[in-house]
């Protein structure tokens, strides 16, 4: 399995940006597609933003599309979330995850590391 540790979660007013990052150990990370998924206290682990092995194809939930941006730099086994115009509506832990396939749902990815809290002030 890949070993993954999330980075740059903070507080931050309504309006403004984060970086998160993703660390990848332990297999070859250019072999797994990546996925960033995030909880609310109460609320089921939803799907944010995915991104191919290649980083080629990405995909987002349609809540952040136009303000969150998903890359990778397989040379550095990281993955990023950049996200902008943050909302209060999108504070949570996120999470970020390994799978074989590019897929919304959270059952599909294999690994998972141990979240990152994001606060949005409004």
């Known amino acids: 399995q890949v070993q993954l540790v999330e980075s740059g979660g903070g507080l931050v007013q309504a309006g403004g940006s984060l970086r998160l990052s993703c660390a990848a150990s332990?297999?070859?990370?250019?072999?797994?597609?990546m996925g960033w998924f995030r909880q609310a206290p109460g609320k089921e682990r939803e799907f944010v933003a995915g991104i191919s092995r290649s980083g080629g194809s990405t995909l987002y939930t349609d809540s952040v599309k136009g303000r969150f941006t998903v890359s990778r730099d397989n040379a550095k086994n990281t993955v990023y979330l950049e996200m902008n115009s943050l909302k209060p509506e999108d504070a949570a832990v996120y999470y970020c995850?390994?799978?074989?396939?590019?897929?919304?749902?959270?059952?599909?990815?294999?690994?998972w590391g141990q979240g990152t809290q994001v606060t949005v002030s409004s």
């Open positions: 332990g297999r070859t990370f250019s072999n797994y597609v």
């Open positions: 995850a390994s799978g074989i396939r590019l897929t919304t749902k959270p059952d599909r990815y294999e690994s």
